[in-house]
């Protein structure tokens, strides 16, 4: 093998230690330990607490929290401590691993910082996505190219080593620096050099994949940003010497994760013993009259709330679903010049769908107003850009303009209330425009325009099978989600994360088209989906700031009406309920709750205009009935699901290797970012500063952050409001089934084997006996193991009368 391809490979087998980061405008969540999923959980935090210098497991005082709150049970911790070789009392034991936890702290970052000074300078600068008014000359030509040309007029960089003449490719400068070092130190080399500065590192990982516009335009890869790292290093002395770190978990670590799995337990415990209780319930019950109407929402722990709510308002169903709607598609918005990747990461975009105007006179009034909001825009933009320019506009402009930024800060609210009203009279894109769905045998670039007739009778068929459907109502509402905040460089985290940051109504839109085709509904009744002459599918869109649930209900038949005009009006009244237990749970007044979730939602001060998905704990896969009649705080992603509808096991095993792989991505990236937020999240919104559209820094420079910030996480610096606990994952279905796609999964099964997740299963062919998963593809009945069941003490009360979990 050459030289080249050995550097090639060593390459490749050094970034799996970073996980990819995707760009701040299109924020997806992921675990940054992604690349060490193949080593069981202990392994893999110590890795990377040596590699990347962040902590693994929650602090002492994060422990000390939830004892005092009650959710660590006492037994169940006494078992897991005992299992780890400890008798001590636990508060000795936290004493222990806080006194371990202060040495560990003390170790800092070996990198050079001239190096990263430097690199990071010229990284912002050829990376940047639109933002910078001046650009790094020659980007066209690659990274590696455009600093060679820029090398000679930085003043910040030694007139020493390789760099003063710097190789024309970055293999030959790669192999020049790695001269004095033996091969076998490669990988180690590489893999120690990307951790350096693991958020540019994973940007470019993401960038390189993704391989979109800007890829294309101004290429870069980890070989050329590696050239140059390693020549700077040359000019500024630094020993590339790997270091000899050893894996062997510290006994602070094994305490901790004692201390973690008992308070995974005690959530999962309770959880489960709920949801088996249900299952008994519910197969004695009598099956229920037709729905007036049926709700589907994206399996966001956010829509737990709102769903409860709706529910309790009248003869309404709801049902949890991917927020794609189950089909991937790159999705092009009437007023929007690029596409957006409108499914998972997980997966590629397979159509290519864009709006299309259908009424030119509403098109024409959207169209004026649009032009005066984007002359606007461009105005703030220039501000932005240009500090004289700005002081010279406000200063011209007057008083008017300073009361508008008066208004912003001190009242946001009515700010909110005023945009609203000047909205209203600005026709939204989906009441003249449809996405083109139908099959126009063109391509936008390799992806085909629209579906085939097959193609769409296959996603209607995937969803009502996954969901176990085998009844309608009139309506039925595919309701997409999308948050609504005012300067919040974090805006997308707060979007759909099955759509990869973006809002998912689109895909509802689509789906409900879909649905309404008369010769696919045929093509389903044929399939064995009795859909009643009198259901029209629906699509809209929850606001998960505000709660507010818009339908798009231009085209409803006038038959329909009244039951449209019914179901708006009970979901005003579940947004009340729903708004006023997010308000409690932000600390606000609870009976102030639509007013004060749309002022945080006009705030453009506020760090935190909603919880996003904090929280996240579990995820249930089982019919809704066995969730309904309980208060699970918005802490788990429903997924509906009924055994009984999936004798293959198909829509199952669909499941398990989708949407539960994607809450792992979630849940990961928020435990990580609430155990160490210096290392794996962003720290505080205050201090940050947004860079080139891509990410944000801490302060003026340095690496891009890679999680989530404190506000997203934290009720205040000392009091944590996520419970950072790895996903427990419930299902409902015989156990032998779960079984069979493990056994064909081999993914699925590392992760559990790993403790990267749990998984519990519910049977209803046994009794109702519930299933813990061990390893290799063993199961644990729960009746062998010791349980105490205690209530979650700090969920919110339930609004509706329901079990609170």
Same mark, same amino acid.
């Given at each position: 093998?050459?030289?080249?391809?050995?550097?090639?490979?060593?390459?490749?087998?050094?970034?799996?230690?970073?996980?990819?980061?995707?760009?701040?405008?299109?924020?997806?969540?992921?675990?940054?330990?992604?690349?060490?999923?193949?080593?069981?959980?202990?392994?893999?935090?110590?890795?990377?607490?040596?590699?990347?210098?962040?902590?693994?497991?929650?602090?002492?005082?994060?422990?000390?929290?939830?004892?005092?709150?009650?959710?660590?049970?006492?037994?169940?911790?006494?078992?897991?401590?005992?299992?780890?070789?400890?008798?001590?009392?636990?508060?000795?034991?936290?004493?222990?691993?806080?006194?371990?936890?202060?040495?560990?702290?003390?170790?800092?970052?070996?990198?050079?910082?001239?190096?990263?000074?430097?690199?990071?300078?010229?990284? *912002?600068?050829?990376? $940047?996505? %639109?933002?910078?008014?001046?650009?790094?000359?020659? /980007?066209?030509?690659?990274?590696?190219?455009?600093?060679?040309?820029?090398?000679?007029?930085?003043?910040?960089?030694?007139?020493?080593?390789?760099?003063?003449?710097?190789?024309?490719?970055?293999?030959?400068?790669?192999?020049?620096?790695?001269?004095?070092?033996?091969?076998?130190?490669?990988?180690?080399?590489?893999?120690?050099?990307?951790?350096?500065?693991?958020?540019?590192?994973?940007?470019?990982?993401?960038?390189?994949?993704?391989?979109? !516009?800007?890829? *294309?335009?101004?290429?870069?890869? @980890?070989?050329?940003?590696?050239?140059?790292?390693?020549?700077?290093?040359?000019?500024?002395?630094?020993?590339?010497?790997? *270091?000899?770190? %050893?894996?062997?978990?510290?006994?602070?670590?094994?305490?901790?994760?004692?201390?973690?799995?008992?308070?995974?337990?005690?959530?999962?415990?309770?959880?489960?013993?709920?949801?088996?209780?249900?299952?008994?319930?519910?197969?004695?019950?009598? #099956?229920?009259?037709?729905?007036?109407?049926?709700?589907?929402?994206?399996?966001?722990?956010?829509?737990?709330?709102? /769903?409860?709510?709706?529910?309790?308002?009248?003869?309404?169903?709801?049902?949890?679903?991917?927020?794609?709607?189950?089909?991937?598609?790159?999705?092009?918005?009437?007023?929007?010049?690029?596409?957006?990747?409108?499914?998972?990461?997980? @997966?590629?975009?397979?159509?290519?769908?864009?709006?299309?105007?259908?009424?030119?006179?509403?098109?024409?009034?959207?169209?004026?107003?649009?032009?005066?909001?984007?002359?606007?825009?461009?105005?703030?933009?220039?501000?932005?850009?240009?500090?004289?320019?700005?002081?010279?506009?406000?200063?011209?402009?007057?008083?008017?303009?300073?009361?508008?930024?008066?208004?912003?800060?001190?009242?946001? %609210?009515?700010?909110?209330?005023?945009?609203?009203?000047?909205?209203?009279?600005?026709?939204?894109?989906?009441?003249?425009?449809?996405?083109?769905?139908?099959?126009?045998?063109?391509?936008?670039?390799?992806?085909?325009?629209?579906?085939?007739?097959?193609?769409?009778?296959?996603?209607?068929?995937?969803?009502?099978?996954?969901?176990?459907?085998?009844?309608?109502?009139?309506?039925?509402?595919?309701? %997409?989600?999308?948050?609504?905040?005012?300067?919040?460089?974090?805006?997308?985290?707060?979007?759909?994360?099955?759509?990869?940051?973006?809002?998912?109504?689109?895909?509802?839109?689509?789906?409900?088209?879909?649905?309404? $085709?008369?010769?696919?509904?045929?093509?389903?009744?044929?399939?064995?989906?009795?859909?009643?002459?009198?259901?029209?599918?629906?699509?809209?869109?929850?606001?998960?700031?505000?709660?507010?649930?818009?339908?798009?209900?231009?085209?409803?038949?006038?038959?329909?009406?009244?039951?449209?005009?019914?179901?708006?009006?009970?979901?005003?009244?579940?947004?009340?309920?729903?708004?006023?237990?997010?308000?409690?749970?932000?600390?606000?007044?609870?009976?102030?709750?639509?007013?004060?979730?749309?002022?945080?939602?006009?705030?453009?001060? !506020?760090?935190?205009? !909603?919880?996003?998905?904090?929280?996240?704990?579990?995820?249930?896969?089982?019919?809704?009935?066995?969730?309904?009649?309980?208060?699970?705080?918005?802490?788990?992603?429903?997924?509906?699901?009924?055994?009984?509808?999936? #004798?293959?096991?198909?829509?199952?095993?669909?499941?398990?290797?989708? #949407?539960?792989?994607?809450?792992?991505?979630?849940?990961?990236?928020?435990?990580?970012?609430?155990?160490?937020?210096?290392?794996?999240?962003?720290?505080?919104?205050?201090?940050?500063?947004?860079?080139?559209?891509?990410?944000?820094?801490?302060?003026?420079?340095?690496?891009?952050?890679?999680?989530?910030?404190?506000?997203?996480?934290?009720?205040?610096?000392?009091?944590?409001?996520?419970?950072?606990?790895?996903? *427990?994952?419930?299902?409902?279905?015989?156990?032998?089934?779960?079984?069979?796609?493990?056994?064909?999964?081999?993914?699925?099964?590392?992760?559990?084997?790993?403790?990267?997740?749990?998984?519990?299963?519910?049977?209803?062919?046994?009794?109702?006996?519930?299933?813990?998963?061990?390893?290799? @593809?063993?199961?644990? #009945?729960?009746? !062998?193991?010791?349980?105490?069941? @205690?209530?979650?003490?700090?969920?919110?009360?339930?609004?509706?009368?329901?079990?609170?979990?």
């Amino acid at each position: 093998m050459s030289t080249e391809s050995i550097i090639h490979d060593s390459i490749d087998e050094a970034a799996t230690s970073i996980g990819s980061l995707w760009p701040i405008h299109s924020f997806v969540t992921a675990n940054p330990l992604s690349g060490f999923e193949d080593q069981p959980f202990g392994e893999a935090v110590k890795r990377a607490t040596d590699l990347l210098g962040g902590r693994g497991y929650p602090n002492p005082e994060t422990f000390e929290t939830a004892l005092e709150r009650g959710q660590i049970d006492p037994e169940i911790l006494e078992s897991e401590l005992a299992e780890a070789g400890y008798e001590e009392e636990p508060h000795t034991l936290l004493d222990r691993i806080s006194d371990a936890t202060d040495v560990v702290e003390g170790v800092t970052d070996t990198a050079p910082n001239h190096v990263d000074q430097v690199l990071t300078k010229w990284l *912002s600068n050829f990376l $940047d996505e %639109g933002s910078a008014h001046w650009s790094m000359p020659n /980007r066209e030509e690659g990274f590696y190219a455009a600093f060679r040309g820029v090398v000679e007029y930085d003043g910040e960089i030694p007139d020493e080593g390789l760099i003063t003449d710097l190789p024309e490719t970055p293999i030959e400068t790669i192999e020049t620096v790695l001269e004095p070092y033996p091969q076998s130190q490669w990988v180690s080399i590489f893999e120690e050099q990307l951790a350096a500065l693991p958020g540019w590192t994973g940007l470019i990982k993401q960038r390189v994949d993704d391989g979109r !516009e800007w890829q *294309s335009k101004y290429p870069i890869s @980890l070989e050329e940003y590696l050239a140059v790292r390693l020549a700077l290093s040359d000019a500024t002395g630094v020993d590339l010497e790997p *270091s000899n770190e %050893g894996t062997d978990m510290e006994p602070a670590d094994e305490l901790a994760q004692a201390f973690l799995r008992a308070w995974e337990a005690t959530y999962r415990d309770d959880l489960v013993e709920a949801i088996a209780e249900e299952s008994e319930s519910m197969a004695d019950s009598d #099956p229920s009259s037709r729905p007036d109407a049926q709700l589907v929402f994206c399996i966001d722990t956010r829509s737990e709330v709102i /769903r409860r709510h709706i529910e309790a308002g009248g003869d309404y169903e709801t049902h949890g679903y991917a927020g794609f709607f189950g089909i991937p598609i790159e999705y092009r918005g009437y007023d929007t010049d690029v596409a957006v990747e409108a499914c998972p990461p997980i @997966l590629e975009p397979q159509h290519y769908i864009h709006d299309f105007p259908t009424d030119n006179d509403t098109q024409a009034s959207h169209d004026r107003w649009w032009g005066i909001r984007e002359a606007a825009d461009e105005i703030i933009k220039t501000l932005e850009a240009n500090a004289a320019t700005a002081y010279g506009y406000v200063e011209n402009a007057g008083s008017g303009y300073g009361l508008a930024l008066a208004a912003r800060t001190l009242v946001p %609210g009515r700010v909110h209330d005023l945009l609203d009203a000047v909205e209203a009279s600005v026709p939204d894109e989906h009441e003249f425009c449809e996405p083109l769905i139908h099959h126009q045998h063109t391509y936008v670039g390799d992806l085909p325009v629209g579906l085939t007739h097959d193609e769409k009778v296959e996603y209607a068929a995937t969803a009502f099978d996954l969901m176990g459907w085998e009844e309608f109502g009139r309506l039925v509402v595919f309701a %997409g989600h999308a948050s609504e905040t005012t300067n919040n460089p974090y805006e997308t985290s707060l979007d759909c994360g099955a759509c990869a940051g973006n809002p998912s109504g689109p895909n509802a839109r689509v789906l409900a088209a879909i649905c309404n $085709d008369e010769d696919v509904k045929t093509a389903l009744r044929d399939r064995g989906f009795d859909i009643p002459e009198d259901t029209v599918f629906v699509a809209g869109q929850h606001n998960t700031t505000t709660d507010e649930v818009e339908l798009y209900d231009d085209d409803i038949p006038e038959s329909h009406a009244g039951d449209i005009d019914r179901l708006r009006a009970d979901l005003a009244i579940a947004r009340e309920n729903a708004t006023a237990e997010r308000a409690e749970s932000m600390g606000a007044d609870s009976s102030m709750g639509v007013s004060e979730t749309e002022r945080r939602a006009a705030d453009w001060a !506020e760090t935190r205009p !909603e919880w996003g998905l904090a929280g996240n704990a579990g995820f249930v896969v089982a019919p809704r009935e066995l969730t309904s009649n309980l208060n699970l705080d918005g802490r788990a992603f429903l997924h509906s699901y009924d055994w009984s509808t999936d #004798p293959d096991g198909d829509a199952l095993e669909a499941i398990l290797t989708g #949407p539960m792989v994607v809450t792992q991505w979630i849940n990961t990236q928020y435990y990580f970012s609430t155990v160490d937020n210096a290392v794996y999240g962003s720290g505080s919104k205050v201090t940050q500063n947004p860079v080139g559209n891509v990410g944000v820094y801490q302060g003026t420079g340095g690496d891009l952050m890679t999680g989530l910030p404190l506000q997203s996480l934290m009720a205040a610096d000392d009091k944590p409001y996520h419970q950072p606990l790895r996903l *427990s994952t419930v299902v409902h279905a015989p156990v032998e089934r779960v079984t069979g796609i493990l056994a064909d999964h081999e993914e699925l099964t590392e992760l559990l084997d790993n403790d990267w997740l749990s998984l519990t299963v519910v049977d209803p062919t046994q009794d109702h006996r519930t299933f813990h998963y061990g390893e290799d @593809l063993e199961w644990i #009945p729960m009746s !062998e193991q010791t349980e105490v069941h @205690l209530e979650i003490p700090n969920a919110s009360a339930v609004a509706d009368g329901g079990t609170q979990i």
